[in-house]
């Protein structure tokens, strides 16, 4: 069964969306979801991005989208409209976050194919490749509207930024490759350790203390029976 396409105004596509990206696709695999859905799970790899939080990006190198349908134990299970990604193919990708992870948002609608010419960069629908509205967006019209949404227009994915979370920690390390924060964990961590070992040695030599007098007690009460 044809699945049938409202051309929504990208406005209202953006306003369902969680995020957007430009991304390559950089290979993809099957898996089933814990729900029993199988799903097509791309690898991309991000160049820019909008309303996309460093802490739910593991590594833009593998950037993980979901779309439904695919190869599951040599059936194949296929849903029509569904956005479809090339090896190697640059797009850029409205997304919708799930507790399974990130999908591409309604479909093939949710998929725009990049155009640059000598005029500048532009997003093509990949469903309505000629429609006077959604056919061709600008990168400046697309900013625009994404601004509007997530207050952010596409930037640059920093690498370091999205994944090595400790370089800030590292630039301020002592000479032994530590933190002074780090240290002065360390530091109050054993002096708490060693605090009740030490009121623990203590009280053992008090109680070997009356130990001792009670054996003495004991030795001349016999003698003088």
Do not use: C
Not at 44 to 70: C, D, I, R, W
Not at 114 to 119: L, P, Q, R, W
Not at 167 to 191: C, E, F, I, L, Y
Not at 198 to 210: A, L, P, Q, R, V
Request: aromatic share 12%; glycine share 8%; charged share 20%.
């Amino acid at each position: 069964m044809a699945t049938t396409f409202i051309p929504l105004p990208v406005e209202d596509q953006i306003d369902a969306t969680d995020s957007v990206v430009w991304a390559t696709n950089e290979g993809k695999a099957y898996k089933k979801l814990p729900s029993g859905e199988v799903v097509t799970e791309y690898s991309f790899k991000l160049h820019q991005a909008s309303g996309l939080s460093e802490h739910k990006v593991v590594s833009p190198n593998s950037f993980k989208v979901l779309a439904p349908g695919g190869l599951w134990q040599g059936r194949y299970y296929q849903v029509h409209g569904v956005a479809e990604f090339k090896q190697g193919e640059s797009a850029l990708i409205f997304l919708k976050q799930t507790p399974h992870g990130w999908f591409v948002n309604n479909l093939s609608m949710g998929k725009y194919s990049i155009i640059e010419d000598s005029e500048g960069i532009w997003f093509k629908n990949s469903v309505f490749p000629d429609h006077p509205k959604l056919g061709l967006v600008s990168l400046k019209q697309m900013n625009h509207m994404l601004e509007r949404k997530f207050e952010t227009a596409l930037v640059n994915i920093d690498i370091d930024k999205y994944v090595h979370h400790t370089n800030d920690v590292q630039k301020t390390t002592s000479p032994s490759g530590r933190s002074p924060a780090s240290n002065a964990r360390n530091t109050a961590s054993m002096q708490e350790a060693l605090e009740p070992a030490e009121s623990g040695y203590g009280i053992m030599w008090i109680m070997f203390f009356f130990g001792i007098l009670g054996f003495i007690y004991r030795v001349r009460a016999k003698k003088l029976n």
